[in-house]
T-cell receptor
């Protein structure tokens, strides 16, 4: 069985300050982990992915995430928020074996205050 | 590469009417997913295909929902009859070995926003 928990449904930061979106996962297998972003009325876009290579993963638009097996976490960070980062972010867990079981978190809405 | 194509983008119907959504995945992607996303929530998997085979349809409400992927390429999701609670965005995604993409990275279409009145 697998699950993913996004600990915050809403996060609000000021422009230029750091962003931290938290994600914890549970998986019986070696997981693949992803962060997707969804801007209003737009499709889901992949930000970054972890697939058992380097534990610190760099994605698009300055985002990065660190896979911490001991903490079963995959938190998303960015050093300095930009207004265009305001969107909903989804953490996704999948296991890379056989048929892929994919589970989405419930999402974190990021608000960036000017 | 061309992305996942979905049509229509928007659909408004009366309850009890049928509705169908179409998805064309990225060329060469053997895995196709249909998700439903309710307002303010994350996508929930309805059905997953490996080529023509539906390998996970445990979350598909089979009394009114059906899906097909006859030739292992494009797919259709149908609801008959639609209910008020079916109002949502229906997302299609695909994954597979294709160029530089890794195996289980999913690429999403823009979705179809369904409103049932």
């Amino acid at each position: 069985a697998q699950s993913v928990t996004q600990l915050d449904s809403h996060v609000s930061v000021s422009e230029g300050t750091p962003v931290l979106l938290r994600c914890n996962y549970s998986s019986s297998y070696s997981p693949s982990l992803f962060w997707y972003v969804q801007h209003p009325n737009k499709g889901l876009q992949l930000l970054l992915k972890y697939t058992s290579a380097a534990t610190l993963v760099k994605g698009i638009n300055g985002f990065e995430a660190e896979f911490k097996k001991s903490e079963t976490s995959f938190h998303l960070t960015k050093p300095s928020a930009h207004m265009s980062d305001a969107a909903e972010y989804f953490c996704v867990v999948s296991y890379s074996g056989g048929y892929q079981k994919v589970t989405f978190g419930t999402g974190t809405k990021l608000q960036v205050i000017p | 590469e061309a992305g996942v194509v979905q049509s229509p983008r928007y659909k408004i119907i009366e309850k009890k009417q049928p509705v169908a959504f179409w998805c064309n995945p990225i060329s060469g992607h053997n895995t196709l997913y249909w998700y439903r996303q309710n307002l303010g929530q994350g996508p929930e998997l309805l059905i997953r295909y490996e080529n023509e085979e539906a390998v996970d349809d445990s979350q598909l409400p089979k009394d009114r929902f059906s899906a097909e992927r006859l030739k292992g390429v494009d797919s259709t999701l149908k609801i008959q009859p639609a209910e008020l609670g079916d109002s949502a965005v229906y997302l299609c995604a695909s994954s597979g070995y294709s160029g530089t993409s890794t195996y289980n990275e999913q690429f999403f279409g823009p979705g179809t926003r369904l409103t049932v009145l």
